[in-house]
Each structure stands twice: as structure tokens, then as C-alpha cells.
């Protein structure tokens, strides 16, 4: 099946410091990708949808220029939390969705292992 | 905008029984999802329900699809202690081309002997 990865699986950073996480679509093309948050115990919430070679489309509450979303590929999309603090401390999660040549994007959705990050 | 409810949020259920949870969406939509999460793990995906009656089964665990109530059930056979997780609904939204989902907010499972 199809696999989703995401770089680094855990990270523990300074206040202050800018972290950069990657989601890679390893034997498909994903036109479209997906980042979402997790709190302990919670629900997934969306932050934003990443469309390879546009702007990425952020969810109402989702601070743009803290979380930036780079989709420069059909393989890879990076998120950025620009000067992370510990509120930021969270479980962050990526999927990519699927795409067939000729006929577009599926509906199936993969989902990357999760990246930890701790802000100190 | 498109919303999910499960229940219970909480089960905590001895090896050998039968149990259900249950999840409502509240506008149209054409895909269920049921998946599975572990402790400090990404989600595992179980089903996908396209259509209205659809029932799939995998094991112990058998998803079905109600369109006309808008309610999707994961139905638990005599759980088994491998089976503690917690599990998500997730709905895809009709009328979206991005393809989004909406999830429930999960259902904490327990199995004990």
C-alpha cells in the first residue's frame, strides 16, 4: 500500500527556534496533502491544506505566518512552526491523497507516522 | 461545515463482550472512515463506507453505513485486549474537491480480562 513519511518523528527545540517537518509521499503523487494537530486524548484538528504549486489553504484560527506550508512537489510537503513556543508543543500529523494519472485525485487519504514536538 | 459525533468517548469493556460505537454526521456525505490509533501512533485505517447499507468486517471489527440516518456504527465481537486503542470517524465533506475530512472525537477503548 501506499506509504507517507515525515521527518523527524520527534523533536525537542528552544523556544524561539524555527522547526521544519517533512512529509513525503513515497510511491505516490499526493496533488494534495494535509496537516493536522494533536493534542493528548483530543481529536485530529486540520490546520491547513497544502495543493502542490499554490498557496496552501489554512483553517480558521490557524496563524499563517507561524505555520508555514511549503508544497513544492507531488511528493513533498514541508510545514514550518516559525518561532515555536511551548503552546506549540503538540503531535503533528500529515496525509497525503492519493492521485492517478489521467484521472486525478482520489478520495484515499495516507497518513504519515507523526512527528512529537516539545518546546522547551 | 460538516460535524461528527461519536460515542461513547469512553469504553471500557471485558475480553469476550460485545460492544458498539456509534457515529452521526450531521450534512450529507460520501465517505465514512473508521480508523485506528495506538498510544503515541499515527492512525491505522480500517474501513472506508462508500454507500448507503455498505458493511465491511475485518476480524472482530464490522463497520456499516446508514445514509438516510447519517450514522455509521463499528461494531466490537468479542473483544479481545489487542483491540484497546482508540478509534476515529471521519467523514469526507460532498460538496469539497480538497477532499477534507471531519473527525469524530474519538472513542477510547479498554479491553480487560
Known amino acids: 500500500g501506499a506509504v507517507v513519511s515525515q521527518h523527524p518523528s520527534r523533536v525537542i527545540c528552544k523556544s524561539g527556534t524555527s522547526v521544519k517537518i517533512e512529509c513525503r509521499s513515497l510511491?505516490?503523487?499526493?496533488?494534495?496533502m494535509f496537516w493536522y494537530r494533536q493534542f493528548p486524548k483530543q481529536s485530529l484538528m486540520l490546520m491547513a491544506t497544502?495543493?502542490?504549486?499554490?498557496?496552501?489553504?489554512?483553517e480558521q484560527g490557524v496563524e499563517k505566518d507561524k505555520f508555514l506550508i511549503n508544497h513544492a512537489s507531488l511528493t513533498l510537503s514541508t510545514l514550518t512552526v516559525t518561532s515555536a513556543h511551548p503552546e506549540d508543543s503538540s503531535f503533528y500529523i500529515c496525509?497525503?491523497?492519493?492521485?492517478?494519472?489521467?484521472?486525478?485525485?482520489?478520495?484515499?487519504?495516507?497518513f504519515g507516522p507523526g512527528t512529537r514536538l516539545t518546546v522547551l | 461545515e460538516l460535524k461528527v459525533e461519536q460515542n461513547p468517548l469512553f469504553l471500557s469493556m471485558q475480553e469476550g463482550k460485545n460492544y458498539t460505537i456509534y457515529c452521526n454526521y450531521s450534512?450529507?456525505?460520501?465517505?465514512l472512515y473508521w480508523y485506528r490509533q495506538d498510544p503515541g501512533k499515527s492512525l491505522e485505517s480500517l474501513f472506508v463506507?462508500?454507500?448507503?447499507?455498505a458493511v465491511k468486517q475485518e476480524g472482530r471489527l464490522m463497520a456499516s453505513l446508514d445514509t438516510k440516518a447519517r450514522l455509521s456504527t463499528l461494531h466490537i465481537t468479542a473483544a479481545v485486549h489487542d483491540l484497546s486503542a482508540t478509534y476515529f470517524c471521519?467523514?469526507?465533506?460532498?460538496?469539497?474537491?480538497?477532499?477534507?475530512?471531519?473527525f469524530g472525537r474519538g472513542t477510547q477503548l479498554t479491553v480487560w480480562p
Open positions: 450534512t450529507t456525505s460520501d465517505r
Open positions: 463506507l462508500l454507500s448507503n447499507g
Open positions: 510511491d505516490f503523487q499526493a496533488t494534495t
Open positions: 496525509s497525503a491523497r492519493d492521485w492517478i494519472k489521467g484521472r486525478g485525485p482520489t478520495d484515499t487519504q495516507y
Open positions: 471521519a467523514c469526507s465533506d460532498r460538496g469539497s474537491t480538497l477532499g477534507r475530512l471531519y
Open positions: 497544502s495543493n502542490e504549486g499554490s498557496k496552501a489553504t489554512y
